[in-house]
């Protein structure tokens, strides 16, 4: 089992729409989550955290973290054609000095 | 400096040369890391410093491939007798610590030809 895993294909959303993305992992001892978008041909960069269950909100973006079912997603509301872009779920374990990154769901936003 | 700062930004190279790729971390940022990503992949984890401990080299994925971080601060990954399975972009964060999100540099593209 990978350790991090997003299964969805290619996620075509029509703007305004909400877009909903998944992510599983396989540490159950995993602490630390992050969301990271990454345009074509550009690095990712940082656009949520998360350390504990629940919901965390900023802006359009919420993160949503359930660590007894080990899974961790992120909704965009309000779709723009600017979020279009590949968005990668990455995990972090206490004592693992590195993130481990999924291999990432690409959001089409459709005008 | 205010980002992560990587250099060159594209190098091609003749397959059998050696490569260089330097990265100058964010002030301050204790945690240095080098990934790599090939077309259409996720990021693979190569090496990760923090401070003055010993690197965690885990992730190199032969022993063609060796980084340093001298002072502290700049990095260089070297790669010898570069191989066509060497192309990628090769990305790196710094970070103040391996429980924080990454910054990561706009990355080096390596074209092994």
């Known amino acids: 089992q990978k350790e991090v895993e997003q299964n969805s294909g290619p996620l075509s959303v029509p703007e305004g729409a909400i877009a909903s993305l998944n992510c599983t992992y396989s540490?159950?001892?995993?602490?630390?989550f992050f969301w990271y978008r990454q345009y074509s041909g550009k690095s990712p960069e940082l656009i949520m955290s998360i350390y504990s269950n629940g919901d965390k909100e900023d802006g359009r973006f919420t993160a949503q973290l359930n660590k007894a079912s080990q899974y961790v997603s992120l909704l965009i509301r309000d779709s723009q054609p600017s979020d279009s872009a590949t968005y990668l779920c990455a995990v972090t374990t206490y004592g693992n000095n590195r993130l481990a990154f999924g291999k990432g769901n690409q959001v089409v936003v459709i005008p | 400096g205010a980002g992560v700062s990587q250099s060159p930004s594209n190098k091609v190279t003749e397959k059998g040369k050696d490569v260089e790729l330097r990265c100058d971390p964010i002030s301050g940022h204790t945690a240095l890391y080098w990934y790599r990503q090939s077309l259409g992949q996720g990021l693979e984890f190569l090496i990760y410093?923090?401070?003055?401990?010993?690197?965690?080299k885990s992730g190199l994925p032969s022993d063609r491939f060796s980084a340093e971080r001298t002072g502290g601060s700049v990095s260089t990954l070297t790669i010898q007798r570069t191989q066509q399975e060497d192309s990628a972009v090769y990305l790196c964060?710094?970070?103040?610590?391996?429980?924080?999100?990454?910054?990561f540099g706009s990355g080096t593209r390596l074209t092994v030809v």
């Open positions: 410093f923090q401070g003055n401990s010993a690197p965690d």
């Open positions: 964060a710094s970070s103040l610590g391996s429980v924080n999100g990454y910054t």
């Open positions: 540490d159950r001892v995993s602490q630390s």
